[in-house]
């Protein structure tokens, strides 16, 4: 049925919702702990004799473990409910920050919290709360998804603000409790916000079969979304993560390095939000070709070694970030049912992770042959330019009347 235009919109029936979102994302494990984990590398290094190295395998076996166990917790979040599972999953996120600060004795018992903080915490991320909104809409959908994921984006600007004094005055032990209240907190709020999310889906009439999971993760469809993601993700991640290094060996300052990097965080948050907007009126596979070739024209920019193109060129690269996981979201729940949708964005994540931990190495590898890191920003272009090749190989999509992009329905293949 076409809605009226006198209807009210999405955004204002179901504005409790986004928030709930963004609150959750912002307090969740994709936010709270990967935004703070790098400021508690110097401390706990420091009190039990660690190196960087090895004081940063927490991060890296949380990056692996996630990305691993994505599919399967989106197939409990299809399964028992969005809702449900994020709360019970937020008070498992408070209670392993809790025992990060009691328990953490030594290497093994901070690897094991770590495990436990990330199999628990897992429901935090992306994962649920995007399952929550695109059942809830169908017309401004990918606008709720851009504003609700900027709770990440704002996580990765205040975090360090709050948890890097917080160390020095009460230290890392007493931090990592400041980090279970900061949960446990906003828990009844978006326990509030996100009441009836779990109640019927604002787009009906496209439910899979019991059983189809499994079935799903092998459809052709699935694996040329995860492999945009992956080839994306290799290219923007080994990117972002060596941005200040690379703006140094430019002749930069650090300070002018850093704040062009804050610049590119403002980029990613900016991204999220207009990408989502133009994602309810365009198709969603032409607009991330677009996306993914504006960061490669980026990356190139930057690879040329001219001061007066470093801005733009952060800009452009910084704002294909930021759509990221709208178009992954959007993507996945405009062409399959969505009672599949958690489990098949888990391995959309999991590829996403996969990518995330190739580029940064790759680029680094790059730069200790080359000295210099034009060949892996020519490099990381070229999978930008690639991802956007599937994406352009993709049918558009058909309208719905009220002008935003419909699912092709299970018969697209």
Not at 319 to 343: I, Q
Request: charged share 10%.
């Amino acid at each position: 049925m076409t809605p009226s235009p006198h209807s009210p919109s999405e955004l204002r029936q179901h504005w409790r919702y986004v928030l709930g979102c963004f609150l959750g994302l912002a307090s969740g494990v994709s936010s709270l702990y990967f935004y703070s984990s790098g400021l508690f590398l110097k401390p706990l290094a420091a009190e039990f004799g660690w190196t960087r190295g090895t004081a940063s395998l927490g991060s890296l076996i949380s990056s692996v473990l996630l990305g691993c166990a994505a599919p399967f917790i989106g197939q409990v979040i299809d399964r028992y409910g969005a809702r449900r599972v994020t709360l019970l999953s937020l008070v498992g996120l408070s209670t392993s920050f809790l025992l990060l600060g009691v328990w953490t004795q030594g290497l093994a018992s901070f690897l094991a919290l770590v495990t436990v903080l990330t199999l628990l915490g897992g429901a935090t991320s992306p994962l649920s709360f995007t399952r929550i909104l695109v059942g809830k809409f169908s017309r401004q959908r990918g606008l709720a998804l851009g504003i609700a994921i900027t709770g990440t984006g704002v996580g990765a600007i205040l975090i360090p603000l709050i948890v890097t004094p917080a160390i020095a005055h009460f230290g890392w032990r007493a931090t990592y409790l400041g980090l279970a209240a900061v949960v446990l907190a906003l828990l009844p709020l978006i326990a509030y916000f996100l009441r009836g999310a779990d109640a019927a889906p604002a787009e009906k009439g496209r439910r899979a079969p019991a059983g189809s999971n499994l079935k799903a993760l092998v459809d052709p469809r699935f694996f040329r979304i995860a492999a945009v993601f992956l080839l994306c993700s290799v290219g923007i991640f080994g990117t972002i993560v060596h941005v200040v290094p690379m703006l140094t060996d430019l002749g930069l300052s650090p300070n002018r390095a850093a704040g062009l990097a804050s610049i590119l965080g403002v980029a990613v948050i900016v991204g999220r939000i207009v990408t989502g907007f133009l994602l309810d009126m365009f198709d969603a596979a032409r607009l991330s070709a677009t996306l993914f070739m504006l960061s490669a024209t980026g990356m190139l920019l930057l690879a040329t070694g001219q001061p007066a193109l470093v801005l733009p060129g952060l800009l452009m690269t910084g704002f294909a970030v930021g759509a990221e996981f709208d178009l992954a979201a959007y993507l996945v729940s405009r062409k399959f049912p969505l009672n599949l949708y958690s489990t098949l964005f888990g391995g959309v994540y999991a590829t996403v992770a996969i990518g995330a931990g190739i580029g940064p190495f790759l680029a680094g590898r790059l730069f200790d042959i080359s000295g210099s890191y034009v060949s892996w920003l020519c490099l990381a272009a070229g999978l930008l330019l690639a991802a956007a090749m599937l994406c352009l190989m993709e049918r558009p999509a058909a309208k719905h009347a009220s002008g935003t992009v419909a699912a092709a329905g299970s018969s697209e293949r």
